[in-house]
């Protein structure tokens, strides 16, 4: 059996999280028993609820445990199967973790997936036609649900979940206005994902700033949001929001250090009426095959074009993880195993 690198979460952060946090180990990999499959990982997912697992804190999900391997999403090949349904050859995504090769029972309902990789490159079904995919669709379709002509706002707009949001949203008709960092993710929010403004939060860091930037791009008020980040972006929307506006809850990476972050004004949400609701889309899974169908027919007819920025190797992942924290990735942050 092949020798296996791993990365395991060490220790728990003490505030902004570093690479002393993490592991890397080799060991061997186990024998397979009935029902069993070997999963040669091509790439590994790296997303920033990864950051709020590693604290020891209530959360929606259990945190990770240390010495263990650390939790991700994985595609790749079926490369020994001790189970009918899976034959070498096989390309499959499932949550493998930050390691080489895993041994899953794939028995176990929602273990393992087969995918198609005839339309689709292999490394998309962690990013636009996976969880992040799925994640956008979620938000948008069950709790903003935007007629056309309404504006949706997305933070983080040039990342695997904004990406996608923006094409689903632009289907519906909407006016999509995106916020991202720096000049260049805003040319590929507007140029090549669709978007009909994005706002550079490194030009407007301020609560009066960015609401007049918001202001500025949605003349019409902001219908629905699509809520990544928090902090001051949060409260600059709530101050531009009509009545009855929605706000999808995500992510807060802003606060992923620990620190809370105070909403400046929430008596908006009653004043306008709004409904804000956080979800988190392992919980939906009956919608996955609907939303997944419309991603992958959105990226097959180049409608979708998501970027990615890959890491090479095992060992890479926790810099690269901990500058997706940062915003130093362009579109989806991989790391490519093979």
Known sequence: MPRNQQILLDNRPVGEATASNFKLVTTDTPPLTAGQVLVRHHYLSLDPYMRGRMNESKSYAASQPLGEVMIGG?????????NPKYAVGDKVVGMGGWQEYSVVNAEQ???LR???????????????????????????????????GETVVVSAATGAVGSALA??????????????????????????LGF???????EHGDLKSMSKALKEACPNGIDGYFENVGGYILDAVLLRANAFARVAVCGMIAGYDGQPLPLQNPALILVNRMKVEGFI?????????EALKELGMLVGTGKLRPRESIAQ??????????????????????????
């Open 74 to 82: 994985t595609v790749g090949e079926v490369v020994e199967s001790q």
């Open 114 to 148: 087969k995918v198609d990789t005839t339309h689709v490159p292999l490394s998309h079904y962690l990013g636009a036609v996976g969880m992040p995919g799925v994640t956008a669709w979620y938000g948008l379709v069950k709790i903003i649900a935007p007629k056309a």
């Open 196 to 202: 009909d403004v994005c706002i550079d939060h490194r």
């Open 167 to 192: 094409a689903l949203a632009k289907a519906r008709g909407c006016r999509v206005v995106g916020i991202a960092g720096g000049p260049d993710k805003c040319k590929y929010a507007v140029e090549e």
């Open 313 to 338: 190797g095992i060992a890479a992942a926790p810099e690269a993880f901990l500058g997706l924290l940062k915003g130093k990735n362009f579109g989806k942050q991989l790391v490519k195993l093979i």
């Open 281 to 289: 889309v392992s919980e939906h899974m009956e919608v996955w095959p």
């Open 109 to 111: 309902p929602g273990a």
